[in-house]
């Protein structure tokens, strides 16, 4: 990958998660990290593992689990994400 997780998540938050289409950020997430989607009883959650450049090095985030539909579960993921590479 070309680009680290925080410049690939910074230019799709710029454009608006909410304006972008779900496929579209699914792929994003895809971009930044092993992403997985789940569909439980619940609801909807999502997970995506960021490995870092230090050799062993990685951490998750989750979504909420219970979200009513696979969109709001990638969105609050990705500004999870977003907000955790800005620390």
């Given at each position: 990958?070309?680009?680290?997780?925080?410049?690939?998540?910074?230019?799709?938050?710029?454009?608006?998660?909410?304006?972008?289409?779900?496929?579209?950020?699914?792929?994003?997430?895809?971009?930044?990290?092993?992403?997985?989607?789940?569909?439980m009883p619940?609801?909807?959650?999502?997970?995506?593992?960021?490995?870092?450049?230090?050799?062993?090095?990685?951490?998750?985030?989750?979504?909420?689990?219970?979200?009513?539909?696979?969109?709001?579960a990638i969105?609050?993921?990705?500004?999870?994400v977003k907000?955790?590479?800005?620390?």
């Open positions: 990958m070309s680009k680290d997780a925080l410049q690939v998540i910074n230019e799709f938050a710029n454009l608006g998660f909410l304006d972008t289409d779900t496929d579209t950020l699914l792929a994003v997430a895809g971009e930044i990290g092993n992403s997985t989607l789940y569909k619940s609801g909807w959650s999502l997970t995506v593992e960021i490995h870092t450049v230090l050799a062993g090095a990685q951490f998750k985030v989750h979504s909420k689990f219970g979200h009513r539909t696979a969109r709001s969105i609050e993921c990705l500004e999870r907000e955790a590479l800005k620390k």
